[in-house]
């Protein structure tokens, strides 16, 4: 004989007053973050092959298939994993890229189009690789760096894409953070640091040594793009001089900027495309609450003109084209869907669907994510997202506050499982670009340093506190959740804003910044100095470390914690919830804890994302009093 638990007639009564008030269908919380139907698509350089990812038995695999042709052919054969990414070179070899359990050590594979020929280009244990040029005129080698020598840094290696034969082609002194090349795939920049000053070396060839050609502190962004068409100067989003990023053109011979490409009064701008067979610069693209464009080129101009009219209401972008330049693959997308694939004839205009990629999902089932701004206590305007559940009142809430990861990092306006599932559930979700957030100029980045669990955590209450006086937000249900700083702000939330919390979802955060400074990856280090300046010294800032580290003030939590993580995390260490678990279940408090032992930072694996989902819909329910999918019962 079965019976109904408490939790199982509350949700029974709740689902009902739900129903009466019309809310949108229960959607399966499997249907958000089960595996697309296919995503990644790419074209050939020829034009002739189309590639694209898909799942089977829950692994995405890439595939390719003839334009024009039903048939595809299955090229990669991952069972553990998903493949990371994957792109072309030349017209018949595919690059793939994979790492272990969620170690972040990603190998390059090589294969066929047909599937034939695979080979591990890097077969080495413990070492993190990754494309420096993709050498897209040599069909057979590619440039790659990898920490192979030194856990550290990393060098640059010339590699036959077939053969996996490799020479060191760029050695690794110690202090370089990046490598950059020509037009002709020369390496001819290197960005290095010392921890707080970063500059940027130069070399008119590659039997030159390189000479510094600038350098500032890390505050100030010069960030080089790419060569000028002619290789002598460079293009280059920089911040020198400024508070916003702008897209300048740099003089390498006179050392100084010599023109603004573009700028924008209000955010950074960082994005710039450019024409490789037309040799001409497109268009820069910045992120307000949208993703925006400004256009150079009237050839492009028009082809996203005629675009936009045939897919009238979407935001589109483009993500694939071929050499010629002339097939293009557009990909659609919105705050409610996760869009189409289409391919695009720019000779003849005709523009075909490939895929809907969720189409599982209805639209008019999902939320809004309106744009919205607030003031912080002590003046400061931020900006953010929220996301009202559809068909019911937006007043008195339950409310699910969701700060992002990085930190230095935004949240931007598309389509977010997690954000629609949880309004799905009868939740508003806050989204907020906290102080220190990107995008916004220096001087709203720098406010952020050493202020973790300080002025940062006051942005976010202080959206709490915008909620609640607007009416939208229940004050005895509100909820934090968020991965990494997220999960970091998790924390913080309950313990030094314990009033503000009903509960609160930890995944994979920070809970001790001593312990997450000691534990960061080796290839890491160069950047030390820089992340004691933004976070604090664990000596000379002990104190201030001390207190911003949750651990240290579990006893000030009253609410309930689910917490979930990675067990090969390299960013945030397993050791980072184990303490937390471990110092609230010496306070008497059951935590519910979810490892997963195939998991790194964040849940990749399909069947990993169910369980914690899951996880997550019971927990919310539970304390919140939103809707679940299912009636919960229990053997008498």
């Not at 040029?133 to 920490?147: C, G, R, S, T, Y």
């Not at 690794?172 to 950059?180: E, H, R, S, V, Y």
């Not at 314990?498 to 001593?514: I, K, Q, R, T, W």
């Not at 979810?594 to 964040?602: A, C, F, L, S, Y």
Request: proline share 5%.
């Amino acid at each position: 004989m079965k019976k109904l638990t408490i939790l199982g007639l509350f949700m029974l009564i709740t689902a009902s007053v739900f129903a009466q008030a019309g809310e949108v269908p229960l959607i399966p919380m499997k249907d958000f973050f089960r595996n697309v139907e296919r995503r990644g698509y790419q074209i050939s350089p020829d034009g002739d092959y189309l590639s694209f990812m898909q799942p089977v038995n829950s692994r995405m695999n890439v595939f390719v298939q003839k334009i024009g042709e039903e048939k595809s052919t299955q090229v990669t054969f991952a069972t553990e994993r998903d493949i990371a990414g994957y792109f072309w070179k030349g017209n018949n070899r595919i690059i793939y890229v994979q790492d272990s359990k969620g170690d972040e050590n990603f190998r390059l594979f090589g294969v066929d189009k047909d599937g034939k020929n695979q080979k591990d280009l890097t077969p080495f244990d413990k070492v993190r690789a990754g494309v420096v040029d993709d050498l897209v005129d040599n069909p057979n080698e590619m440039l790659i760096q990898m920490n192979k020598d030194n856990p550290q840094v990393f060098d640059v290696y010339r590699i036959n894409v077939n053969t996996g034969d490799m020479i060191v082609v760029g050695q690794n002194p110690g202090n370089i953070t990046g490598w950059q090349t020509d037009h002709n795939g020369k390496l001819r920049v290197a960005l290095t640091t010392d921890g707080v000053n970063s500059s940027v070396l130069y070399r008119d060839s590659e039997d030159q040594e390189f000479k510094p050609l600038l350098t500032t502190t890390f505050k100030e962004t010069f960030a080089p793009l790419f060569f000028t068409f002619d290789n002598k100067n460079l293009y280059v989003s920089s911040n020198i001089g400024r508070d916003k990023a702008a897209i300048v053109e740099y003089d390498i011979a006179n050392k100084k900027e010599i023109k603004v490409l573009y700028e924008n009064p209000d955010y950074d701008v960082n994005g710039l495309s450019y024409s490789r067979k037309r040799k001409v610069i497109e268009f820069a693209n910045y992120t307000g609450w949208k993703q925006e464009y400004h256009f150079f080129d009237k050839e492009t101009k028009d082809i996203y003109n005629d675009l936009t009219s045939k897919l009238p209401g979407k935001e589109l972008a483009i993500t694939g084209i071929n050499k010629n330049e002339d097939k293009l693959l557009v990909r659609t997308y919105s705050d409610k869907s996760l869009g189409s694939f289409y391919f695009y004839n720019v000779k003849t205009k005709e523009l075909s669907k490939l895929i809907d990629v969720s189409p599982w999902l209805n639209e008019n089932d999902l939320a809004d994510q309106k744009p919205i701004t607030y003031t912080t206590r002590d003046g400061l305007t931020i900006h953010g997202y929220l996301t009202l559940p559809k068909g019911v009142d937006p007043k008195n809430l339950p409310v699910v506050i969701n700060p992002h990861g990085g930190p230095w990092y935004r949240d931007a306006w598309g389509f977010n499982p997690e954000v629609q599932f949880l309004a799905n559930r009868g939740y508003a979700v806050l989204q907020m670009n906290f102080r220190g957030s990107t995008g916004y100029g220096r001087e709203f980045w720098e406010k952020s340093f050493k202020q973790w669990g300080k002025t940062m955590q006051d942005d976010i209450s202080d959206g709490v506190k915008w909620l609640i006086d607007q009416g939208i937000a229940d004050p005895k249900r509100v909820a934090i959740y968020g991965g990494s700083y997220g999960g970091y702000a998790t924390l913080a939330g309950l313990t030094f804003t314990p009033e503000l919390y009903a509960c609160g979802v930890d995944y994979v955060g920070v809970s001790n910044l001593f312990t997450f400074q000691k534990s960061i990856p080796p290839y890491w280090e160069p950047y030390k100095e820089m992340l004691y300046e933004m976070v604090g010294h664990p000596q000379k800032d002990s104190l201030l470390l001390r207190d911003a580290s949750p651990v240290f003030h579990v006893d000030n939590i009253k609410a309930p914690l689910l917490v979930a993580q990675g067990l090969n995390d390299p960013r945030v260490n397993k050791a980072e919830s184990d303490q937390m678990v471990e110092a609230l279940k010496k306070k008497g408090i059951d935590v519910p804890y979810m490892v997963k032992d195939n998991e790194g930072h964040g849940f990749r694996n399909e069947e990993n994302r169910f369980d914690f989902y899951g996880a997550m819909e019971q927990f919310f329910f539970k304390h919140l009093g939103g809707r679940a999918a299912e009636l919960k019962e229990e053997k008498n």
